[in-house]
């Protein structure tokens, strides 16, 4: 079985080969992200394993169907790229790793908070400098403070412990709520009072119609004056526009994202020696009170062990003519059986 490995890196070759010992599936890496452009090498595969910016839209899934690809294999949780009506509809069976390690993206998600908040960035190169000057990073105490947690799954969850344990009043907003959550301490509220009573709000619902631009020119207003605002989630979450208007106005008194509206232009590639074009991206550069990073969050080895062995199990799972798995976002039609 031929599996073509789309936007392909050099640590997901490591973990990817050590996860595959046996000759069984033939893996190709493609530094290339998947499009319609490159979907016409994808006729020598049986299956394509895709990640968070490759395009899997209507268009594309039709051109895998024609060359008869039979699965798309997402090598991530989020599954926001993909037209998955469409692969049903071509009989294309999609599977994702929906929990690889929902406390990587959590802790980093807390990262990103701690280093806003304590200016860890100014104070490391400061203390290279021989500048021991503590002026402008002062910062506050997480303990007491509120904590709004939009969506309560596997890293929302995982983030409200983190929270708990470090002593915030944790509110939350998902339409599913979680007893186990409300047992530890956590109290669900609805999204304008999350908006209206949290210091740090952090995003962890995926995107869909429903939750594209959640923080507008309107929620933003709603926030309390110099909030902490976090996106580990997915970048479409934010119009981008809005949240600088709240950076200007110093609504938003901070400012971590780990993703980004326009990241597949930008992201997993070294422009360092580019002009980068997206003037909307280096508009937010220029805030000190803003920190990004490259849609890292995922990124531990213990993350890309359990994302490699998880791909491979379940491109064995379809190939073996399993029909369900929770891991099957779009089932294999029984005539792959
Ligand atoms: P999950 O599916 O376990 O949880 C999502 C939760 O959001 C569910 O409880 C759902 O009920 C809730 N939800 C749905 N729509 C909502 C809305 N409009 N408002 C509030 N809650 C809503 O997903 P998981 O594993 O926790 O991942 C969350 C997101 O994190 C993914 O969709 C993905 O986009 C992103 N992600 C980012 C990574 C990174 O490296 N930065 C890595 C992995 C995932």
New binding site residues.
């Given amino acids: 079985m031929k599996v073509g490995i789309f936007s392909a890196k050099a640590y997901d070759e490591a973990v990817f080969n050590s996860a595959n010992p046996s000759s069984e599936i033939e893996l190709h890496y493609i530094p290339a992200h998947l499009d319609c452009d490159t979907v016409a090498i994808c006729s020598q595969f049986d299956v394509v394993c895709v990640f968070v910016n490759d395009d899997v839209s209507a268009a594309v899934v039709d051109a895998l169907a024609n060359h008869g690809v039979k699965h798309i294999a997402l090598r991530?949780?989020?599954y926001n790229n993909v037209d998955l009506e469409q692969a049903k509809a071509r009989g294309l069976a999609v599977s994702h790793v929906?929990?690889y390690s929902?406390e990587a993206?959590a802790e980093?998600a807390v990262a990103l908070m701690l280093t806003l908040n304590r200016k860890m960035n100014k104070a490391y190169n400061r203390v290279r400098e021989g500048n021991f000057d503590l002026t402008g990073l002062t910062g506050f105490t997480m303990a007491g403070k509120t904590a709004g947690v939009?969506?309560?799954?596997?890293?929302?969850h995982a983030t409200a412990h983190i929270l708990l344990g470090f002593g915030c009043k944790v509110v939350c907003?998902?339409?599913?709520p979680k007893q186990e959550l409300i047992d530890a301490g956590a109290q669900y509220v609805t999204f304008d009072h999350l908006l209206e009573q949290s210091d740090i709000i952090t995003l962890?619902?995926?995107?869909?119609e429903?939750?594209y631009h959640?923080i507008n020119d309107q929620t933003v207003a709603r926030m309390r004056d110099g909030v902490m605002l976090i996106n580990?989630?997915?970048g479409g979450l934010i119009d981008t526009h809005a949240v600088i208007n709240g950076l200007k106005s110093r609504k938003i008194g901070y400012l971590g994202l780990?993703?980004y509206e326009m990241e597949s232009e930008l992201f997993f590639r070294d422009h360092s020696f580019e002009i980068i074009q997206d003037d909307v991206f280096e508009r937010l550069l220029t805030f000190h009170n803003v920190m990004i990073t490259g849609?890292?969050?995922?990124f531990t080895q213990e993350a890309l062990d359990q994302i490699a062995s998880t791909t491979l199990n379940n491109i064995h799972k379809v190939a073996g003519g399993e029909t369900e798995s929770p891991t099957f976002l779009v089932a294999p039609p029984e005539s792959h059986t």
């Fill in positions: 991530c949780a989020g929906p929990a929902p993206v980093h939009v969506g309560t799954g596997n890293i929302g907003f998902d339409p599913y962890h619902c995926p995107l869909n429903q939750s959640l580990t989630s997915r780990d993703v849609h890292q969050g995922f």
